[in-house]
């Protein structure tokens, strides 16, 4: 059996439900889901099956009702608020659809936020080489309002990885790309994971997920991986 402490993710009987309107809804029902460092996975769904709301609680942005959420062994529930905002800062990233980039500052100004708020020592080296590495090396100065989508949102994922988090969450990385942009970034999300980060990514592109290491679809409330070869 894996020691839990072992792994980037590991949910057990996860539950998590709201009231609105039409009453009590259940969106996650005694979910499990464990995820080495390192892998890639990706969960597909239709628009309101949980998948954000799984992400939220990934990232301590929201919590369960019920069951534990361990990043990197550490429980999420048992945490404060504030103390879920430092733990995600350090060692949480965040890969959105809509890039988020800060528009008034240049591409290696916005590499250098999470470092800071982590209290991480770098230099422009450090900055130089991941730009290098996703071929946006000539980029460093410039402003997010010039860049393609594309160059966008690999910023975006560098930003998200560069203090080397334990997980990173992608949320419809590709959403707003053309097929061979779309492509582009996924590549990126690969290379990353091989470096040893856990990514977690959800997407409806179903050949977004195809390019994951393990896939599931998020159905009534649990994650099934039945249905996929």
């Excluded at 504030?82 to 890039?99: C, E, K, P, Y």
Aim: net charge negative.
């Amino acid at each position: 059996m894996t020691n839990s402490d072992s792994l980037a993710v590991n949910l057990e009987g996860v539950g998590k439900g709201y009231t609105d309107a039409g009453g009590n809804r259940t969106v996650l029902s005694n979910l499990d889901l464990s995820i080495a460092q390192g892998q890639f996975v990706s969960i597909t769904g239709p628009s309101g099956s949980g998948k954000s709301t799984l992400l939220n609680i990934l990232g301590g942005v929201d919590l369960p009702d019920s069951g534990s959420v361990q990043i990197g062994g550490e429980r999420l529930e048992s945490k404060s608020e504030s103390q879920r905002t430092i733990f995600r800062r350090h060692h949480i990233g965040f890969v959105f659809q809509f890039f988020n980039l800060v528009p008034t500052l240049t591409v290696g100004e916005n590499l250098r936020l999470p470092l800071e708020l982590c209290k991480k020592k770098y230099d422009s080296t450090l900055i130089a080489d991941w730009l290098d590495r996703f071929h946006l090396g000539n980029r460093v100065d410039s402003y997010p309002g010039v860049l393609s989508g594309g160059e966008q949102q690999r910023v975006a994922i560098v930003r998200a990885a560069i203090h080397k988090p334990k997980l990173l969450l992608a949320d419809e990385p590709t959403g707003n790309l053309d097929n061979a942009t779309g492509a582009s970034v996924l590549d990126v999300l690969s290379e990353i994971a091989n470096q040893g980060t856990c990514i977690l990514m959800a997407t409806h592109s179903v050949v977004a997920a195809e390019r994951a290491d393990k896939r599931f679809v998020l159905r009534d409330g649990k994650l099934d991986d039945s249905a996929i070869s």
